[in-house]
């Protein structure tokens, strides 16, 4: 099986998992050109490995982006003025 | 003028263009030809056109800047077609920045931050028509930028109003992180390192998003602390490529529920994955999916090429996605085609 997909990605416009590799950030964040675009998902419709890799890339992309992310800004706790004091404190010392 | 209206990105692009016209002007204080004025005008125009297209309310704001610009302009001007006071003129541009960062025109880095740092606090217009010095010790200051030029010139008022504002959001962020007794360590830690290098913040982001990335950080410092886990190499976790270059991987991927994000128990472990990686691959995680920058922002913020900045921005979300395989991978995925 690998020997076919190592004599498939010699054929013309057919990318390799490693030149796959190096711009699927761009693909993944649609800043590549529509005929690179084409070529890169040429070999994703024929490598499963490069496919499952891309799919799982995306998940943990998107995974990061939610739990990180503006939309997951909780509402905002009440802040003790002990906390206000002490960071004050802090920072007074410092400047000192 | 053969203007057509521009989608966002060349509109973005035409104030960018502004601002960058504006703080070389201001930087110079040297006189210099009154070119740079009328071009920077000549922007705002073809700005203030975009805008009617797009929001009434911005555009109006922008016709406003473009007004005020306009009789600066003319009367800062010296005979000979030179800019009379260019710190004088630094001011102006100051307050048109405020007008349109205010509404949200662009992501700019605070014009406070580019300029000289000799021009004296008094000079910094605050954007609603008043300049630092007409502000009474202990009134509250509106807007980031009036904030970070208090900020800058050290006044208590200002730090205490900055703790205030955001100290509540920081607090609930760090919480859902780490427990309630080490979140307040964490934004007291995050309030000092944000007030220690509160001169080389470059204005990216707004102020809230920026310590919200740091208090995000000291949180997840303090879990990996706790649950004394080690810092992973990245290398380890790159993709991995058998001898006729073809990639090696499991036949499965990431869960593919939508909701993924919403359970604890996926949190958690992305949370202590975020955690593990090296502080560079951290850091511009953080930069990327907590502040929201794009690939130049994060390349002129760590000070790296933008080249650089996709290759670290890569290993890291690949060290990421290696991480996470263990705890929600076990599912083997359909291939029904290229996702679009």
């Known amino acids: 099986m690998t020997k076919i997909k190592a004599f498939v990605s010699r054929m013309p416009m057919m990318m390799t998992c490693g030149e796959v590799e190096a711009v699927l950030l761009d693909y993944a964040e649609g800043r590549l050109s529509p005929y690179a675009r084409f070529k890169f998902e040429l070999h994703i419709k024929m490598c499963r490995e490069c496919w499952n890799y891309l799919a799982a890339y995306r998940k943990s992309m998107a995974l990061s982006t939610g739990v990180l992310g503006a939309a997951d800004d909780p509402a905002p706790d009440d802040l003790p003025e002990e906390l206000v004091d002490a960071i004050m404190a802090v920072r007074d010392a410092e400047q000192s | ?340």
């Open chain 2, 1 to 340: 003028m053969g203007w057509t209206p521009l989608d966002g990105i060349a509109e973005r692009s035409a104030v960018d263009s502004i601002r960058c016209r504006l703080v070389s002007t201001a930087n110079a204080h040297t006189r210099r030809s009154v070119n740079v004025g009328t071009a920077a005008h000549q922007d705002l125009v073809r700005a203030e056109r975009a805008h009617q297209e797009i929001d009434h309310e911005k555009s109006y704001t922008v016709h406003k800047a473009r007004a005020w610009l306009c009789s600066r302009i003319s009367s800062t001007l010296s005979n000979d077609g030179t800019i009379r006071d260019s710190q004088d003129f630094a001011c102006d541009c100051l307050r048109i920045d405020s007008y349109l960062g205010n509404v949200g025109l662009y992501r700019r880095p605070s014009l406070h931050s580019l300029l000289d740092p000799a021009m004296p606090a008094e000079a910094i217009p605050t954007g609603d028509g008043t300049y630092l010095d007409d502000i009474p010790s202990g009134q509250s200051y509106s807007g980031d930028a009036a904030l970070l030029a208090a900020l800058r010139s050290n006044d208590p008022g200002a730090y205490r109003q900055l703790i205030r504002l955001q100290g509540g959001r920081m607090l609930a962020t760090a919480r859902r992180i780490v427990d309630y007794d080490e979140a307040r360590d964490c934004v007291q830690e995050a309030f000092l390192q944000a007030f220690r290098n509160i001169d080389t913040f470059q204005g990216k982001s707004s102020l809230a998003t920026w310590l919200h990335r740091i208090v995000v950080n000291a949180a997840l410092m303090r879990r990996r602390k706790r649950s004394r886990q080690v810092e992973v190499s990245l290398d380890s976790l790159m993709p991995v490529f058998d001898d006729t270059g073809c990639r090696i991987e499991p036949s499965y991927a990431l869960l593919g529920e939508p909701d993924l994000a919403e359970r604890t128990e996926v949190r958690a472990a992305l949370l202590d994955a975020i955690g593990r990686l090296p502080h560079e691959a951290r850091q511009i995680i953080l930069l990327r999916d907590v502040e929201d920058l794009n690939t130049d922002q994060t390349a002129d913020e760590l000070g790296i090429t933008i080249g650089a900045a996709k290759v670290r921005l890569h290993r890291a979300r690949a060290a990421l996605k290696r991480l996470l395989e263990p705890t929600f991978g076990a599912q083997t995925i359909a291939k029904s085609g290229v996702e679009r």
